[in-house]
């Protein structure tokens, strides 16, 4: 974890996801989008997966329901999926979509239910056996999880763990910004901080080559520019359609040879997440200006690089030095959280002080050289000493 990794500067490889068969984006594009996507798939009967707010306190999915039901592919709604998509939850979730009839996912949301409709695809598949159903993912946040191949869930012990499989990445996408509007602004805010946290992290992920993260720099500066106007004016359309495209660059989809994960601020996400019932957007508000400091200490040479190119992309000046540089873009970072209004702390969730070193130790994978310093930087995330 300390940043260490083989240069992809010259020698390396790229392929996209398996499944995906399209991304359709624009405002009001679902009417379209979503039946185009079902022909080229070739689906019958939908099923949507998605969560109790969305479904009981906004139309969003109402839309999606009516526009399945002028197709005659509406086979039923599954909206028990909470934050962290519990086992619960998606075993419900599968068990219903057995007695439906549906042959493909419409999963509607923010990561909860696109990952969640990931673990009962993958569920099923153990299940019954045959090919993997597929999925077409609407998002309302950006979170990104319809770009990835791997679906975090909550298991019976409270941790956050995973299913993955290359079959397992949705077949369609639709970023329609129109949806996002009943989205609460808290939420919208800070998955685009968790996209800014896929996109930096994404700089120093192993195996990742040169253009991916000249898109994440594109994401980067579109969630600068774009996140504070989206707070100005959450109903300015454009903004938002701009950020949904930021969050897509943020997590481009990628077939990795060998599977690595994004990099320490999400483990730590991951870990602060479940157990502590805290939104995956507020742990990366928490978590990712202390990584990218930390970087500037232990990461690499080449890593710091691409850190450090970052201010260029903003325009903003350097500070004379490779490490120092990092610095500024981790409090550019900070400076960012805060004027959203997303400064948070860990004794807000009831974080333990005593569990620090075994939150460090699982995201880290072992005690090793750099456990000292998560620790350090996890107790300045107290509002008091």
């Known amino acids: 974890m300390s940043g ?26 679902v009417t379209t989008a979503l039946p185009t996507l ?88 153990e299940e019954l056996g045959g090919e993997f159903l597929r999925q077409i993912a609407i998002p309302t946040t950006l979170s990104a999880a319809e770009y990835t191949y791997g679906g975090g869930y909550t298991n019976e012990a409270g941790q956050k763990t995973s299913v993955s499989s290359h079959y397992l990445a949705p077949s369609g996408i639709i ?25 930096v992290e994404t700089l120093y992920r192993p195996s990742i080559v040169p253009p991916l993260k000249v898109l994440c720099y594109g994401a980067i500066v579109d ?26 660059m943020s997590l481009w989809p990628v077939r990795l040879e060998k599977y690595s994960a994004l990099g320490l601020s999400h483990a730590l996400g991951h870990r602060l997440g479940a157990t502590y019932g805290i939104p995956h957007g507020i742990t990366s508000c928490l978590t990712l200006a202390p990584i990218v400091r930390l970087k500037a200490k232990v990461a690499s040479e080449e890593d710091k690089q691409w850190l450090a190119g970052t201010l260029h992309q903003l325009h903003q000046s350097s500070t004379g030095s490779l490490e120092g540089d990092v610095v500024k873009l981790s409090e550019l970072i900070d400076e960012l959280v805060s004027n959203l209004g997303l400064k948070t702390s860990l004794d807000q969730y009831q974080v333990p002080r005593e569990d620090l070193p075994v939150i460090a130790e699982r995201a880290l994978g072992g005690r090793n050289e750099i456990h000292g310093d998560v620790v350090s930087f996890l107790q300045k995330l107290y509002s008091s000493p």
Do not use: C, M
Request: hydrophobic share 40%; proline share 4%.
């Open 4 to 29: 260490q990794s083989l240069s992809t500067e010259l020698n390396g490889f790229y392929s996209w996801t398996d499944t995906l068969r399209g991304v359709y984006y624009g405002p009001g594009s």
């Open 223 to 248: 969630l600068f520019k774009y996140l504070p106007r989206s707070k100005a004016d959450p109903n300015d359309i454009h903004v938002r359609q701009k950020l949904q495209i930021a969050s897509w």
């Open 38 to 125: 079902l022909n080229t798939l070739g689906a019958t009967k939908a099923f949507i997966v998605t969560g109790n707010s969305l479904y009981t306190k906004t139309d969003v999915v109402k839309r999606v329901e009516g526009i399945l039901r002028e197709q005659d592919r509406y086979a039923g709604t599954f909206y028990d999926i909470g934050q962290h998509s519990p086992i619960a939850g998606i075993r419900a979730g599968a068990g219903a979509f057995k007695k439906s009839g549906a042959d493909i996912i419409v999963s509607v949301g923010g990561g909860s239910p696109i990952d969640a409709s990931k673990a009962i695809i993958f569920f099923l598949h």
């Open 175 to 199: 970023l329609d910004a129109e949806l996002s509007l009943a989205t609460p602004e808290r939420l919208w805010l800070s998955t685009g901080i968790r996209a800014l946290d896929h996109a």
